[in-house]
């Protein structure tokens, strides 16, 4: 299995401040496309995992662009230009060039 | 709108059988990849299998083998989560969520949208 290792586990942002978050794979994620295959989701409290960011940055239909991925191989990291008070739930990495492994996730908090 | 709608919380004792339903509306339910992901009480997220419904192909994580069946009925646009002898480590909640167009046997990603999720408790 690939294994997905996120840091930092937690994070508490000011509003309106930058957050970053970052997602190692035990291997690369090169797909044959020339794509990466490392997404990003944002599971909001008591709710189900949205999607944010696919093929390592891509954003998804209706994510704000204050949201970014970046990343190549085996680092990736997710960047929020400016933390907003509904930004604040667990993020998850998930790794799909073999079968799909989550990250452990990161909580975000608001200050 | 592209949606998926889960089956209702389930309450069973160890041993008992049990199936969860997805159902997809707003797009071509046969030709897209459902999965199945499980969440443990205040843990993280956890891929479990997926299922093509336009001709059942099945695959699942080595972690799931054996223990679930994914089946699909592609005539009402319903997947499936079984177990036939549940344990109280299969208390969790269970999502499904539609993979993206690209998915393949070379590599799955984008997941959505997602269901609501079931709440399974397994406690005698």
């Known amino acids: 299995d690939i294994v997905m290792t996120q840091s930092p586990l937690s994070l508490s942002v000011t509003p309106g401040e930058p957050a970053s978050i970052s997602c190692r794979s035990s291997q690369s994620l090169l797909h044959s496309s020339g794509y990466h295959y490392l997404d990003w989701y944002l599971q909001k409290p008591g709710q189900s995992p949205q999607l944010l960011v696919y093929?390592?940055?891509k954003r998804a239909s209706g994510v704000p662009d204050r949201f970014s991925g970046s990343g190549s191989g085996t680092d990736f990291t997710l960047k929020i230009s400016r933390v907003e008070a509904e930004d604040v739930g667990v993020y998850y990495c998930?790794?799909?060039?073999?079968?799909?492994?989550f990250g452990g996730g990161t909580k975000v908090e608001i200050k | 709108e592209v949606q998926l709608v889960q089956s209702g919380a389930e309450v069973k004792k160890p041993g008992e059988s049990l199936r969860l339903s997805c159902k997809g509306s707003g797009y071509d339910f046969n030709t897209y990849w459902i999965a199945w992901v499980r969440q443990m009480p205040g843990k993280g997220l956890e891929w479990m299998g997926i299922i093509y419904p336009d001709d059942s192909d099945t695959r699942y994580s080595p972690s799931f083998q054996g223990q679930v069946t994914i089946s699909a009925d592609k005539s009402i646009k319903t997947a499936y989560l079984q177990w036939s002898s549940l344990k109280s480590s299969d208390s969790g909640i269970y999502y499904c969520?539609?993979?993206?167009?690209?998915?393949?046997?070379?590599?799955?990603?984008?997941?959505?949208?997602w269901g609501q999720g079931t709440l399974v408790t397994v406690s005698s």
């Open positions: 969520a539609r993979h993206g167009v690209g998915c393949s046997l070379t590599g799955c990603y984008d997941l959505q949208p």
């Open positions: 093929l390592g940055s």
């Open positions: 998930m790794q799909g060039l073999q079968t799909p492994t």
